[in-house]
């Protein structure tokens, strides 16, 4: 996607060879015109495998789920970081290590809100190892429900996360890929 991309080198900060920094367009400040236009961009990608569901993880994926959800005309669901007292009973749970936070958390949806009639497009800001689309992916088997497509705005490609979601026999459509992080320089396939 051209305009993420260009977004992605006019404010985008290495970090790390292994993190690059989007807070200004994704992360802490959204580009909402930016945003639409990816849950655009995706809806037109995953319409026609007819989804009933968008998932993704809280809190960064959530403004491109809920953009992709927006123009698909399907609910929005996001798997929580822990459990709230106003959570209902019956929840599917994975616990996931956060390539970017360095911890592992739990993540968790309603039972209420994923069932064996639901196709799902899981949407999220980034892949790097992959661990959150995994957990995603058993609660999701766990439901019963069916995974029909993953998206992700920015696949880290020299990371393994979006080959072995691939490797699990799921197509993974990135609108961008980024090669490498090496030198402080962002270098996009």
Request: proline share 3%.
């Amino acid at each position: 996607m051209d305009l993420l991309k260009k977004r992605i080198q006019e404010v985008g900060c290495v970090v790390s060879n292994g993190v690059v920094k989007l807070d200004a367009i994704l992360n802490h400040q959204v580009d909402t015109e930016l945003v639409m236009a990816m849950g655009k961009q995706f809806a037109e990608r995953y319409r026609p495998l007819q989804p009933t569901k968008v998932l993704t993880v809280e809190s960064s994926g959530i403004a491109i789920a809920f953009a992709t959800a927006y123009e698909l005309g399907v609910p929005l669901v996001f798997a929580r970081r822990k459990k709230t007292p106003t959570m209902d009973k019956e929840v599917y749970e994975e616990r996931v290590p956060s390539f970017t936070k360095g911890i592992v958390t739990d993540i968790v949806i309603s039972a209420n809100y994923l069932n064996q009639d639901d196709r799902v497009v899981l949407i999220d800001d980034f892949i790097a190892n992959g661990d959150a689309a995994r957990g995603i992916i058993r609660i999701i088997d766990k439901a019963g429900a069916m995974l029909v497509g993953v998206g992700i705005a920015v696949e880290k490609a020299f990371q393994p996360g979006g080959d072995s979601i691939r490797e699990m026999g799921y197509e993974v459509y990135s609108l961008v890929r980024i090669q490498s992080l090496e030198n402080g320089q962002i270098e996009l396939e």
